[in-house]
Nanobody
Framework: QVQLVESGGGLVQAGGSLKLSCAASTRIFSIKDMAWYRQAPGKQRELVATISSGGSTNYADSVKGRFTISRDNAKNTVSLQMNSLKPEDTAVYYC???????????????WGQGTQVTVSS
């Protein structure tokens, strides 16, 4: 059973930075998209950033210009550099990897267990 493991969460003051990383317990081949989601208490999980196998990135409006997603295909990892953190960034952050399934309209998703990020004001 492949597991994704996030690391790098913690407590930081507003305006500070954190870098999250996500790695797999065993190598996963042919990963298409890698993404970071977050879920704040009492709220639905939301997409934060995505990066394709070719390196194209997309960000939620709330984090544009502050967060940077990157991936290392050789090491099979994805990272999220978070700068200028705000209290509203407080949430559990999850990584998700997607790889193609046996047919064109089937994908397999892998999720991490989450890492807590807390930003104090």
């Amino acid at each position: 059973q492949v597991q994704l493991v996030e690391s790098g969460g913690g407590l930081v003051q507003a305006g500070g930075s954190l870098k999250l990383s996500c790695a797999a317990s065993t190598r996963i081949f042919s990963i298409k998209d890698m993404a970071w989601y977050r879920q704040a208490p009492g709220k639905q999980r939301e997409l934060v950033a995505t990066i394709s196998s070719g390196g194209s990135t997309n960000y939620a409006d709330s984090v544009k210009g502050r967060f940077t997603i990157s991936r290392d295909n050789a090491k099979n990892t994805v990272s999220l550099q978070m700068n200028s953190l705000k209290p509203e960034d407080t949430a559990v952050y999850y990584c998700k990897w997607t790889r193609p399934g046996p047919t064109v309209n089937v994908n397999y998703d892998y999720w991490g267990q989450g890492t807590q990020v807390t930003v104090s004001s």
